[in-house]
């Protein structure tokens, strides 16, 4: 068994929907953010074995402050407003190393 990581960094972005009029992160632009990651991280050949996940998530139990995801292994929690958003945690957290902090919860 190797010691290596399958995936360098696994993104979860919250898709939890809530039908008792809760805020929650599926009716807050979601399904969007998660597919334009997705896409994102091929365009760039980000994705697969060694790199960087993008997976869609159930309740990560924030959604009172999402939009959410979190990046692991570092542990990093973000919300988000729009593409422009998840753009800018794709280019500085995901590939630059550095934790957008504007965005950080």
Same mark, same amino acid.
């Given at each position: ?14 898709? /939890? ?6 805020? !929650? !992160?599926? %009716? ?18 980000? /994705?697969?074995?060694? %790199?960087?996940?993008? /997976? ?6 924030? !959604? ?5 995801? #979190? ?9 988000? #407003? ?21 965005? %950080?919860?």
């Amino acid at each position: 068994m190797s010691d290596t990581p399958y995936f360098e960094q696994h993104v979860f972005i919250c898709m /939890n929907v809530r039908e008792d009029g809760r805020q !929650c !992160c599926g %009716k807050l632009g979601a399904e969007v953010a998660q597919k334009h990651a997705k896409r994102r991280m091929k365009e760039l050949g980000l /994705n697969g074995h060694g %790199k960087v996940r993008i /997976n869609q998530a159930g309740c990560l139990d924030r !959604c009172d402050e999402g939009p959410v995801l #979190v990046v692991y292994p570092q542990g990093t929690w973000y919300t988000y #407003v729009d593409t422009s958003d998840i753009d800018e945690i794709i280019d500085s957290h995901l590939v630059g190393g550095k934790v957008v902090d504007r965005l %950080k919860i």
